[in-house]
């Protein structure tokens, strides 16, 4: 069966229907120990699994807060009179080396790396200072000990150790770590910038589509990515509907494209608005790095990397707004960015929907499922439902007719474990996490 | 426009737009039925074309009022406007358009979301002054602003595009798309430079005193940082004349106004 028995709803409650509370990326770590969640108020939420107990094997892996900081604040530009939004955009992790963790989050003009790491013990018995930090008189000492380190209650702690700044003009929609470990990307609309982990004055340029003259902009960059085992190649995608593969060893800025990726376009399905829903939201690289995902606001489509002229796989995620295009510019709903993801074994690809509905696409058997993220329609541990839309004629009883979605409840940002299958899924202000039913 | 309405129309577009069928010529159509389909679709495509592109010019306007535009989106909506102007231009429509009375209503509209855009921030320091003189100042004000960048595009400027309705009625085609483009290409500096915004009176009623001469000239004599000469200078630069009584019209009014200025 392509659905996904298993539900189990878990809420991320943050009183309220505070804007400041909406999810706006969601990412595992490496080894989907953890899940990091960004919000429109600038906080870092991370979950961690529990570890499996024999005495509990019901709550197999759930995940519970582990920590949760404030990563950006607002801004004032000054210059230009302009807020600069707190929202996190993108949060990716790096791969772990020791005990601390370390990811990178963004929002529009900022990244900053950050280091979570545990403290659950606690050196006690120095000579020169007594327990509260205060110094003691060296005459008074009349012997010595050595220090020990002391059970404590484990204490999370998260530092912000580099903050790469002042390197976007335009707002960043994507970072990428590279496969090296020691490079990351950062794009905006119309540049990307590479940076080192360890340099934060500095940047290097490689890509940038800014016109000379501004008036001849026709489009932006919306989404980059580096290739998961080849440092030197990144793809970038473009609000026109293309794919740009480049690579680093052939220049220092990679304006020119060693692959690019266009599907012609369908004069039958043209129409004034063919422009914006061929805009690519976000590409994903597979995990094999032979193929790209991107995600229109119609379509996912899958890409072989040898292959330019059209992609391999095409699925249908809403086809039935084909016919609502106009409301849906009118209100700008059609502007929503969806992302999709990839499984671990590269097999399912997953995106969202509207009404808290999000799709998966098995590859290999062609068969996909309707899913939906919301308490009143899923019990904790209740298996999840296939939910179908009506899209015209008579309405069976458990669809959905077209005019009844909620379009204020969308499902632009998921992720799935990296090896298991267990899928986290944001619907506005609530975390869903879902994995699959044992025995 | 009531909300009532307003989903109204947009369920009509929807319907319009169900297959994105362009108008298809009338020669060599494969299916008579097609063609008689189209003959009746005709009024109606051009009048929901003319709604989306309201719809879409109004958009743009709202990107100036955000704290910070979505550059992606505007880029989006900026493109679908040159789309739809460019095949009113082709087929004709946009001349049709100029000439039926009709059309003149939904002509107005169109400038004075123009005008509502460009002096919206004006508004905010109790100013009515027209769009040029706005954006001569708001490069002024703008420290960022490069002098030269500034006296470039003020000189693209051009004076007849501010007398309200007359902003569409250049005839010949290839202007249209001149002043549209510079419509667009003002929308695209204005994003890059952001200023100050307000967003009180973003969907104010039109003032139709934003169409009155007056109102104009006391804009441009209250604003104290455009010199005569600028003034003068915005105003001599040519559109190109046509024979058509629309635009002899708009030159004369533009004789009337330089006599004003010089005689101040």
């Known amino acids: 069966c392509a659905g996904y028995p298993g539900g189990r709803g878990s809420g991320s409650e943050t009183g309220g229907r505070s804007e400041a509370d909406i999810i706006s990326t969601v990412e595992f770590n490496h080894t989907g120990e953890l899940l990091a969640t960004g919000d429109k108020g600038g906080r870092v939420v991370i979950f961690q699994r529990e570890q499996e107990s024999k005495h509990q094997p019901h709550r197999r892996g759930e995940y519970n807060v582990y920590s949760t900081f404030q990563s950006h604040e607002p801004e004032f530009d000054y210059l230009k009179s302009l807020e600069i939004e707190e929202k996190i955009n993108k949060i990716r992790w790096l791969p772990q080396h020791n005990a601390a963790y370390f990811l990178l989050s963004t929002n529009d003009k900022t990244v900053k790396l950050w280091k979570v790491s545990e403290r659950d013990k606690r050196p006690e018995g120095y000579n020169l200072k007594d327990e509260d930090g205060r110094l003691r008189d060296p005459s008074m000492i009349t012997t010595l000990r050595v220090p020990v380190l002391r059970p404590m209650d484990l204490m999370v702690e998260a530092t912000p150790r580099r903050v790469f700044a002042n390197a976007h003009t335009y707002h960043i929609n994507s970072i990428s770590v590279n496969s090296d470990y020691e490079t990351y990307m950062s794009a905006d609309d119309l540049r990307i910038n590479l940076w080192n982990f360890e340099i934060t004055n500095q940047s290097f340029n490689i890509v940038d589509i800014k016109p000379a003259n501004m008036e001849e902009l026709t489009e932006v960059i919306t989404a980059a990515e580096f290739h998961p085992h080849h440092c030197n190649t990144f793809v970038y995608s473009s609000s026109k509907g293309t794919i740009r593969l480049c690579d680093m060893r052939a220049s220092a800025l990679c304006d020119r494209h060693a692959k690019f990726f266009e599907e012609p376009e369908d004069p039958s399905n043209r129409s004034f608005f063919s422009e914006i829903i061929s805009s690519i939201s976000d590409v994903k690289f597979s995990h094999s790095g032979r193929y790209i995902m991107t995600r229109d606001y119609l379509t996912v489509k899958v890409w072989d990397l040898n292959m330019e002229n059209r992609p391999i796989e095409t699925y249908q995620v809403h086809d039935y707004l084909r016919s609502k295009l106009c409301s849906l510019y009118e209100n700008d709903c059609i502007f929503d960015k969806f992302e999709c993801v990839w499984n671990g074994s590269d097999s399912v690809i997953m995106t969202g929907s509207y009404n808290n509905f999000f799709r998966m696409f098995d590859r290999n058997t062609k068969r996909d499922v309707t899913l939906e993220a919301s308490r009143e329609n899923s019990k904790p541990r209740a298996i999840l439902k296939p939910r179908k839309v009506c899209v015209g004629g008579k309405r069976r009883k458990d669809e959905i007719s077209v005019d009844s979605l909620d379009f204020s409840k969308k499902i632009l940002h998921t992720a799935w474990h990296p090896s298991e299958n267990i899928i986290a899924v944001a619907a506005t202000n609530n975390l869903y996490i879902f994995q699959d039913k044992v025995n | ?264």
């Not at chain 2, 009746?40 to 709202?62: E, F, G, H, T, W």
């Not at chain 2, 549209?180 to 994003?191: A, G, M, N, P, R």
Request: glycine share 6%; charged share 25%.
């Open chain 2, 1 to 264: 426009m009531g909300e009532e309405e307003g989903l109204h129309q947009t369920q009509l577009l929807d319907t319009m737009f169900v297959r994105g069928l362009k108008r298809k010529c009338f020669d060599g159509e494969e299916d008579i039925e097609g063609t008689l389909a189209g003959i009746k679709a005709i009024p109606s495509y051009n009048l929901q074309r003319q709604s989306l592109l309201d719809m879409s010019l109004v958009k743009l306007q709202l990107c100036h009022m955000l704290v910070e535009p979505n550059l992606c989106r505007s880029v989006l909506i900026a493109n679908t406007v040159r789309q739809i102007q460019e095949e009113m231009t082709q087929d004709g429509t946009w001349q049709m358009i100029n000439t039926q009375s009709t059309g003149q209503t939904s002509l107005d509209r169109l400038v004075s979301t123009d005008i509502l855009c460009r002096s919206s921030r004006e508004q905010a320091e109790g100013k009515q002054v027209p769009g040029y003189s706005n954006f001569n100042k708001d490069f002024e004000d703008d420290q960022t602003q490069d002098s030269s960048e500034t006296m470039s595009t003020a000189s693209s400027v051009q004076a007849p595009r501010n007398l309200q309705s007359n902003v569409w009625e250049m005839e010949n085609p290839q202007e249209n798309r001149g002043n549209f483009q510079k419509s667009l290409d003002q929308i695209f500096e204005t994003l890059e430079n952001k200023s100050p915004n307000s967003v009180e009176d973003l969907f104010s009623e039109v003032d139709n005193s934003y169409y009155d001469l007056d109102t104009m000239l006391t804009g441009m004599m209250s604003n104290t940082k455009m010199g005569h000469c600028d003034g003068l200078e915005t105003f001599s630069s040519p559109t190109t004349t046509t024979s058509n009584s629309n635009c002899k019209s708009d030159l004369n009014e533009l004789d009337h106004i330089v006599e004003i200025l010089v005689e101040s």
